[in-house]
Structures are given as structure tokens and as C-alpha cells.
């Protein structure tokens, strides 16, 4: 199972660090990615980071602000969202499975969600 958490109210220019820690054994086998979906939108993808963690990968949009990593030994996977904007308002979830992936039906495991609200 995941479980995000780490999400809030922050304003423009701010940061936030999200967490989705993992339970099981077999966390470093898998690739963990975040999408996010904002109201009246499709879910969309953010960041994945390879099981390893060597390998990672971003939505243009959020390339060069926001920094995926994961600490295997603590079955978390973060990502640090720096130098957000009001449209980067959206509930976040994270998603574990085999592939490093940025399509949503890759991944086979996914968190509730954490709601990330960026003030103008």
C-alpha cells in the first residue's frame, strides 16, 4: 500500500515536500511516479523515478522546479516541489509499479492522494 502525505496550502514562489511511503518488502523493485489531477481535469503525470533511483523523469511543466529521489531503506519516495505556481494546484498522488513510466496504466499501485493548494 501507498500513502502520500506532505500536501497543504502554500503561496506562490513556495515550496513543499511531498512523501509517499510504501508497505512491503518489495518497494525497491518498483518504479514509483506522482501524477496529479486539478479540479475538472484529467489526472495528469508529474514525476517517476526508477527503482534504483538513477533514472528520472518530468513533465515539461514541472522540469527544473520540482525534484523526484527515493530512500529505499525507508520505502519513501519524494518529490520536492519548489517555485510553485497557482496552476500547479491539484490533488497529487503517487503510483508504484514495474516500469518507469510517464502513462498512468503502467502503474499497478496507487496512494489516496494529498491535496496541494497554491495561493496567487
Known amino acids: 500500500q501507498l500513502q502520500a502525505s506532505g500536501g497543504g496550502l502554500v503561496q506562490a514562489g513556495g515550496s513543499l515536500k511531498l512523501s509517499c511511503a510504501a508497505s512491503g518488502r518489495t518497494f525497491s523493485h518498483y518504479a514509483m511516479g506522482w501524477f496529479r489531477q486539478a479540479p475538472g481535469r484529467e489526472r495528469e503525470f508529474v514525476a517517476a523515478v526508477s527503482w534504483s533511483g538513477v533514472r528520472t523523469y518530468y513533465a515539461n511543466y514541472v522540469k527544473g522546479r520540482f525534484t523526484i529521489s527515493r530512500d529505499n531503506a525507508k520505502n519513501t519516495v519524494y518529490p520536492q516541489m519548489n517555485s510553485l505556481k497557482p496552476e500547479d494546484t491539484a490533488v497529487y498522488y503517487c503510483?508504484?509499479?514495474?516500469?518507469?513510466?510517464?502513462?498512468?496504466?503502467?502503474?499497478?499501485?496507487w496512494g489516496q492522494g494529498t491535496q496541494v493548494t497554491v495561493s496567487s
Open positions: 503510483a508504484g509499479g514495474l516500469v518507469t513510466s510517464t502513462v498512468q496504466r503502467e502503474y499497478n499501485y
